[in-house]
């Protein structure tokens, strides 16, 4: 989880408050991130649902899709499943 934090505040950040607001900004959106890296998701669904945040929840213009790639692959790079110890 706090990888997926990391790169949603370090490199998605679609509304600009890295380094101004309270670094917790998009905390509400890992649990939905998770659920998805989890079930071994393509890249395109990846990409859809952060498109959706940014349209529908957040309330910001549509633009191309392909902006939001690279956030995609770098959610995509990280291993959710369960160690067991």
Known sequence: MKRIHDVLWNDWDPIGVKGY?????YDSYIGGIYRILSGN??????IDH????ETKR????????????????????IDVTL???
């Open 50 to 53: 952060l498109y959706r945040i």
């Open 21 to 25: 607001g309270p670094d917790d900004e």
């Open 83 to 85: 160690k067991e110890e």
């Open 58 to 77: 957040m309330g910001l213009p549509s633009h191309d899709k392909e902006l939001v790639r690279p956030i995609a692959q770098k959610l995509m790079e």
């Open 41 to 46: 998701p393509t890249e395109p669904e990846l």
